[in-house]
């Protein structure tokens, strides 16, 4: 399936910007604060986005938030550290999960929650990619081993999963009301713009 292109697409990838933006540290503050949607930014980027460029746009803007939340906002530089560099793959993941299913989305149900059903899987495997390599490369824990990296695989990854597949059901379901409305007018968003 061809995605959308030209304007919708600039309009996607500036909404998604816009909610990296908005969640990627607490500058609102704890009251307005939402859960960080940079996983979910790169799975919806990859599945209707796709392009090469746009990821490394968003990989980008996530390490500059980063670095200005350290430098500027009081953001602890706790998880900075060598492993810090495989945070881009564990992205990579994410989009190119979400570019694999991309021929496959249509807006029907089944292939919904067939985009809905990859999510969880490029998310828990990204979230092992970043934890792991924290756990294991970015020298915070003495004598790492097996089991206490586990334990704390179980206790943080489903909070990130969760969160990503909760972002990721919003924008499915934004995508099948547009789609639907665009149905109506006689305009399909395979069309080009």
């Not at 309009?11 to 908005?22: A, N, R």
């Not at 980027?45 to 500027?72: C, K, T």
């Not at 602890?76 to 190119?96: K, Q």
């Amino acid at each position: 399936m061809k995605l959308p292109s030209g304007l919708r697409s600039a309009s996607l990838f500036g909404l998604l910007v816009l909610l990296m933006l908005s969640t990627r540290f607490k500058h609102f503050g704890d009251v307005l604060h939402l859960a960080d949607a940079s996983m979910a930014v790169f799975f919806v980027g990859g599945l209707m986005l796709r392009r090469h460029a746009m990821f490394a746009s968003l990989v980008a803007l996530a390490m500059g938030l980063d670095w200005v939340a350290i430098q500027y906002a009081g953001v602890s530089d706790f998880c900075v550290t060598p492993a810090y560099a495989f945070l881009p793959l564990a992205y990579a993941v994410l989009w190119y999960g979400g570019r694999w299913y991309a021929p496959r989305l249509r807006s029907s149900m089944a292939a919904l929650l067939g985009a809905w059903a990859v999510a969880p899987l490029a998310a828990s495997l990204s979230f092992a990619i970043s934890n792991g390599a924290f756990y294991w490369l970015g020298g915070r824990y003495a004598q790492p081993h097996v089991a206490e990296y586990v334990s704390r695989l179980w206790q943080w990854g489903p909070l990130f999963v969760r969160t990503t597949l909760a972002y990721v059901a919003v924008a499915l379901v934004a995508y099948a009301i547009v789609a639907g409305l665009m149905s109506k007018r006689g305009v399909s968003l395979a069309q080009q713009a």
